[in-house]
């Protein structure tokens, strides 16, 4: 039988929108060789148009070191032209270490799967992903498109999109480091994006500066503690209406007509606020004299004073015991609930997030790797790896 051809080591699934590659017992030797298979293969996928899912099959596949930046350089060409995803079946241990480093320096997922089976399932899953996303764009509410931040050489967001719909719970999750806290950071304006834009009920707002982004009611808690630790819990929350005041500062010093008409207004928003997070009895004590959670709580509290559209919540359950991840649970839930206020979660706990979700983005050494409903995102071979630290 006579040896395949490259031609004959590449077929088209159409119904599964993906581009199976053979490498079964190839052996690249050199540059001429691996120039070869990329020329047939970009010429193929240059005539469909259209991008396509990559399923690399690397059974006995060998790759010498000497071509191995070449393999590497026009892979990726390959891929940023025509790629939705890639999956890689079969590869020996030398070439998984080699993917991989490559990988963490170039920061994409090496997605190397023990069977074909398996990859084609994860594909499945990151088609239905992608079905599931073009059905939400019917609000478009707050809209991330192509956003890359960059720090020097460090690219802490690279590529990452996605939209949020109005009234919901939004979760961005993954493991430590992954650009999560850069990406809320982009959302309200303190970082500017290197690339892309912020697009917030049809507007670009990705110029604005943070004090801008705040008059379009968007609120912010920290993963660090944000607070006046020598003001009381009321003083506290206070502050959270500075943006709403109409008077000016001639007013204020004479504490007189729209100024404490204005002043006696916020503090009675204040104290329903106060009373709907069942912190009446701190309302008069310091915050810095406050056990953890309750300053969580506080700091929310201020948030929700700004009567926020959108609710930016950077692990607000972080360091908390259960009764107090109960309690924080339940008041998020009634604030979206009362209010209708569109949130943004940051949270480690799956199990709060798996549970009060309406949508998860998951990213990864700052890209996005996987996205949906919970139920979705939960049994995601793509997440389970990248929280397992395999590959």
């Known amino acids: 039988m006579a040896e395949k051809t490259f031609k004959d080591r590449i077929a088209f699934h159409q119904s599964l929108e993906t581009l199976e590659v053979d490498f079964s017992n190839v052996t690249f030797s050199s540059v001429d060789e691996v120039d070869a298979f990329y020329d047939e293969v970009d010429q193929q996928l240059a005539k469909t148009g259209r991008r396509w899912y990559f399923l690399i099959i690397y059974l006995d596949c060998v790759i010498e070191p000497q071509v191995w930046e070449r393999f590497a350089e026009r892979g990726k060409n390959t891929n940023v032209k025509y790629s939705l995803g890639t999956v890689r079946v079969g590869a020996s241990e030398e070439t998984r270490e080699e993917i991989r480093g490559r ?30 996303l073009v059905e939400r764009q019917t609000d478009d509410y707050l ?46 304006g303190f970082y500017r994006p290197t690339r892309g834009q912020i697009v917030f009920d049809g507007r670009d707002r990705t110029s604005l500066k943070p004090r801008a982004v705040a008059g379009l009611r968007f609120a912010r808690t920290f993963q660090n503690i944000a607070l006046f630790k020598g003001m009381t819990t009321l003083d506290n929350i206070m502050t959270g209406r500075l943006l709403r005041r109409r008077s000016n500062f001639l007013w204020d010093a004479i504490y007189w007509g729209i100024s404490k008409n204005e002043e006696m207004e916020n503090r009675d928003y204040v104290e329903g606020i106060i009373d ?3 912190i009446e009895a701190i309302r008069k004590t310091p ?16 948030a929700l ?10 692990e607000p359950m972080a360091g908390m015991n259960l009764e107090e ?20 979660l940051i949270e480690h706990d799956m199990a709060v997030v798996m549970d009060i979700s309406n949508f998860v983005v998951v990213l990864d050494h700052g890209q996005k790797i996987a996205e949906g409903v919970p ?3 939960r049994v995601d071979p793509v997440v389970i790896r990248a929280y397992l630290g395999q590959n």
Do not use: C, H
Request: net charge neutral; hydrophobic share 45%.
């Open 276 to 278: 709907f997070l069942e």
């Open 325 to 344: 991840k109960q309690d924080m649970v339940r008041f998020i839930l009634d604030a979206n609930d009362q209010w209708g206020i569109t949130m943004i």
């Open 143 to 188: 809209r991330v498109e192509d956003v890359q931040l960059l720090f020097g050489g460090i690219r802490a967001l690279d590529g990452v999109g996605f939209s949020v719909n109005r009234g919901e719970i939004f979760s961005i999750i993954g493991p430590n480091g992954a650009g999560k806290t850069s990406m809320l950071n982009v959302i309200n």
């Open 305 to 314: 004073a700004m009567e926020p559209k959108v609710l930016l919540l950077d």
């Open 287 to 302: 915050v810095g004299r406050l056990p953890y959670g309750l300053q969580k709580r506080v700091e929310l509290a201020r």
């Open 103 to 132: 990988a963490k320096e170039d920061r994409f997922r090496s997605n190397i799967f023990a069977s074909r089976e398996e990859a084609l399932f994860a594909i499945a899953e990151r088609r239905k992903r992608q079905e599931v």
């Open 375 to 377: 139920d979705e995102v």
